[in-house]
C-alpha cells in the first residue's frame, strides 16, 4: 500500500501563506494522481486540488482556485499545496490522497489511500 504523511500546517493569518507537504512510500508514486482534500469543523469533506501522474494535469475547486497550487516531485516522492492569500474559512484539516489510476478526479470514494490530515487554522 501507500503510506501518506503531511505536513506544513499551522496557524497563520488572514492574507498569509502556508506550503502544504505529502510524503508517500510504499508504492511506485510516478503513476499516481493525487488529491488534496479538506474537512472545515462541522463541515463535509470537500474536494481542494488534484494533479494527475505526471504533473501536467492539474484541478481545482472554485473555492480556491487562483490562491492555491498542487505541484509533485515524482523524483521525491512529494506532493506539495501551496496555499496563498489565506482566509478565515479556509480553516479546516487538510488530507493529502492517492488514486491509484492516472488521472484526477473529484470524488473521494475514488482515492485509495490518505494522510493523518494536518491542521490549517486562518485568523482574523
Known amino acids: 500500500q501507500v503510506q501518506l504523511v503531511e505536513s506544513g500546517g499551522g496557524l497563520v493569518q488572514a492574507g498569509g501563506s502556508l506550503r502544504l507537504s505529502c510524503a508517500a512510500s510504499?508504492?511506485?508514486?510516478?503513476?499516481?494522481?493525487m488529491g488534496w482534500f479538506r474537512q472545515g469543523p462541522g463541515k463535509e469533506r470537500e474536494f481542494v486540488a488534484a494533479v494527475n501522474w505526471s504533473g501536467g494535469v492539474t484541478d481545482y475547486a472554485d473555492s480556491v482556485k487562483g490562491r492555491f497550487t498542487i505541484s509533485r516531485d515524482n523524483a521525491k516522492n512529494t506532493a506539495y499545496l501551496q496555499m496563498n492569500s489565506l482566509k478565515p474559512e479556509d480553516t479546516a484539516i487538510y488530507y493529502c490522497a492517492v488514486r491509484t489510476a492516472y488521472d484526477t478526479i473529484r470524488f473521494a470514494l475514488g482515492y485509495d489511500y490518505w494522510g493523518q490530515g494536518t491542521q490549517v487554522t486562518v485568523s482574523s
Open positions: 510504499g508504492r511506485p508514486f510516478s503513476s499516481y494522481a
